[in-house]
């Protein structure tokens, strides 16, 4: 494929994640048109964005001149056709079904012009499946965000089977553009990069609490003040290089035995889906949030990340 430079983007679904991811582009200078079938949703994707530019001023990320520019790059469109037109990227932030991907993109394939990038942020679906949907399966790659996208450094660029190199560079240069940490994936493997790893260690996390090792806060503490604490400098693989890859090998030989295998959720898991203790959207999970304000935590937890935000090197 011959690539053009990215300016103009649309992105469609303006649920959880779609309002951030085009904050993130309109804020670095891209034209981005936003859609979703549901009107009310795309009129509450304005609210979300108006709070976000107020968190990202209120934390001294960005002026109030820069508030405004980036307010008037995102523009609502009524229609799917209208989101698109002389788009070079489209991303699709719509729920995580299969059949709603392929069916969106199959009709994407028909209106967008042939050179235009298609991309989902699927935290784990195949993008070798959801391009078997169209009749140019090389222009669809993967590009997950993390939530919240405004904050979170990385995004994981997933090729499938048949994705052109030539797409893969473009979105590479792209997330560099915005300021954002590509990682490659380069096989389309059910859950990616992140999300294995991290389902990895929520897998350990809850098996401990299932039996009986430690509490739920001690379990959390143990990630925030201890291992996850280095985390942002270190990688596990840069860890292990730090300690010695003898110390892991002779530590594996008798600890990787012991370790959770579960092929499904623990019971301590399911007793609680079938009680609807679900968590914050219940008002109780692993811990009990009667009382509690969600939309202060949620922003106490989103200042935190900010602070962290500006300390690292991924950011100006």
């Known amino acids: 494929m011959v690539m053009t430079e990215i300016k103009k983007v649309a992105v469609i679904g303006t649920g959880t994640m779609g309002p951030g991811i085009a904050q993130v582009f309109a804020r670095n200078g891209i034209t981005v048109r936003i859609f979703d079938i549901d009107s009310e949703k ?8 108006d709070n976000n530019l107020e968190l990202f001023r209120q934390a001294g990320l960005i002026t109030e001149p820069e508030v405004s ?10 229609s799917l056709d209208e989101a698109v037109e002389e788009a070079n990227l489209v991303i699709e932030v719509i729920p995580e079904v299969m059949e709603l991907k392929t069916a969106l993109f199959a009709d994407l394939d028909k209106i967008c012009d042939p050179g235009t990038i ?13 391009a078997a949907a169209i009749e140019k399966p090389e222009r669809l790659v993967g590009m997950h965000w993390w939530n919240p996208p405004i904050i979170i450094p990385v995004i994981e660029i997933i090729k499938g089977e048949k994705t ?3 797409v893969v560079r473009a979105i590479d240069n792209l997330i560099r553009k915005i300021k954002k940490v ?3 994936v380069q096989k389309d493997v059910p859950g990616f ?3 294995r790893l991290q389902y990895a260690l929520m897998r350990e996390a809850i098996a401990l609490l299932n039996e009986g090792v430690a509490s739920a806060e001690d379990i959390d503490t143990m990630i925030k003040a201890g291992i996850g604490f280095k985390f942002p ?34 019971p301590v898991v399911e007793t609680m889906v079938h009680k609807g203790d679900l968590g914050l959207k219940s008002g109780k999970g692993f811990y009990d949030y009667t009382g509690t304000d969600i939309k202060s935590l949620m922003g106490e937890r ?15």
Not at 42 to 49: C, D, F, K, P, Q
Not at 69 to 78: H, L
Not at 302 to 315: H, Q, S
């Open 42 to 49: 795309l009129s509450e994707a304005r609210i979300t964005l």
């Open 69 to 78: 520019e980036t307010r008037s790059r995102i523009q609502n469109a009524s």
């Open 118 to 130: 298609l991309a989902t942020n699927t935290s784990g679906l195949s993008i070798t499946t959801m």
């Open 164 to 166: 052109d190199d030539a």
């Open 182 to 184: 590509p990682v490659l």
């Open 193 to 195: 990069l992140g999300n």
């Open 233 to 266: 400098i270190m990688g596990p693989l840069e860890t292990i290089d730090m300690a010695g890859l003898d110390i892991y090998y002779k530590v594996s030989q008798y600890l990787n035995k012991d370790l959770d295998k579960s092929q499904e959720a623990a």
């Open 302 to 316: 989103i200042k935190k990340l900010l602070l962290l935000l500006k300390d690292l090197d991924y950011v100006e």
